[in-house]
């Protein structure tokens, strides 16, 4: 095949779970209330996955849904990757994997990528820089998350923020035709120092869990929810604004904004620092609450189900997380 100049999303899919768990039944086991969660979030329900459900599947789901809605066979595929802070198993082998064989796509390189909530962005980004440097062609960037899994259900502070989910988009080569359409331009940050802010503090090799007794809180969410916000809010901002500035843009020329789906209020205030209104940001965290490296793909298959996304229009996905992290990418549709 002919060296790729550019690289596009072919198609998007998406995967919840079909139990929904709404603020209401929440606040049956947890001291919350649908008030306090919707107007500290915007949060409404979430989905959970079963017990026996583990991110891999999620995730499968995802892709053939994303193989489905595109011109391409699954054994077009010759890459996976896939971002996530839930994998099946600790370290290894890859969640990555695990999705490859039960695509039964045996052969195909498949890798996972860490970067908390921005995982989906980072995902795309090494996915472009190995389709045009010629190692992949179609490749599965896939955003899962089984939060459920790692949430403290008795700290409200945390569980009532989460649910499960998957999304894929499909990113492929494409040659001189199609050079308007793609990914533009990615800017990814991160910086280590905030590591603490938002950590799973046992379980790794710094405090593995052999020969110990743990308790809930050592091996589930732990967040400083007040520095998360503020870090959120400043990326979010810096990152759009830079966005635009590096490409000449205003906002009445940017068609619509995909922010990771964490807070409503992070949005509504990154949107009032840039002076965005609210109207250009898609938000469906009242459906979903945080799912992590999958809320951005799993919006931008909501958008298009809405009809809400078009050939040509200018898309900017942002996001913002754990290590803690952020990016964001100019996309043309
Ligand atoms: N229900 C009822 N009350 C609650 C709940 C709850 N679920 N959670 C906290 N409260 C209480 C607290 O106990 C506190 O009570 P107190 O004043 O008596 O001590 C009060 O509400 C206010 O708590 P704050 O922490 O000040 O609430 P705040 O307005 O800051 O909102 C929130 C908390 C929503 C967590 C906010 O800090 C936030 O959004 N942070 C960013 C979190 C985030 O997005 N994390 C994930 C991003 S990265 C990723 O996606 C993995």
């Not at 809320?295 to 997380?321: C, H, M």
């Amino acid at each position: 095949m002919k060296h790729a100049t550019a690289v596009t999303i072919e198609s998007i899919g998406s995967f919840v779970p079909q139990r929904r768990v709404t603020n209401d039944q929440l606040a049956e086991f947890v001291d919350t209330s649908d008030q306090w969660i919707r107007s500290h979030t915007g949060i409404g329900a979430r989905h959970l996955a079963e017990d026996t459900t583990a991110t891999s599947d999620l995730a499968v789901q995802a892709a053939l849904d994303a193989i489905e809605r595109s011109d391409l066979t699954k054994e077009d595929i010759d890459g996976i990757i896939v971002a996530t802070a839930t994998p099946d198993y600790v370290g290894f082998p890859s969640t990555a994997c695990i999705i490859q064989d039960k695509l039964g796509l045996n052969g195909i390189a498949a890798l996972d990528v860490v970067a908390g909530c921005t995982g989906f962005i980072y995902g795309l980004e090494v996915a472009r820089g190995m389709i045009l440097g010629g190692t992949m062609h179609h490749v599965l960037v896939i955003g899962a998350e089984k939060l459920s899994s790692i949430v403290n259900w008795k700290d409200r502070n945390t569980c009532v923020l989460f649910g499960d989910g998957a999304g894929c988009a499909i990113l492929s080569a494409s040659g001189s035709a199609d050079e308007r359409r793609g990914i533009k331009q990615t800017i990814l940050y991160a910086d280590g120092s905030g590591a603490d802010c938002l950590i799973v503090p046992r379980g790794g090799s710094k405090a593995p869990l052999q020969g110990v007794t743990v308790a809930a809180e050592d091996v589930t969410i732990a967040m400083e929810g007040r520095k998360v916000y503020n870090f959120a809010v400043a990326k979010l901002a810096e990152t759009i604004r830079t966005l635009m500035e590096d490409n000449d843009l205003t906002i009445d020329d940017v068609d619509r904004i995909i922010p990771h789906q964490a807070n409503s209020r992070i949005i509504q205030a990154a949107a009032n620092r840039l002076k965005i209104p609210m109207e250009k940001f898609f938000v469906n965290i009242e459906d979903y609450a945080n799912t992590s490296a999958a809320s951005i793909p799993i919006a931008l298959k909501n958008l298009e189900d809405q009809k809400g996304l078009k050939k040509g229009d200018r898309i900017i996905i942002v996001g913002f997380g754990a290590g803690l992290t952020s990016g964001g990418s100019l996309l043309v549709w």
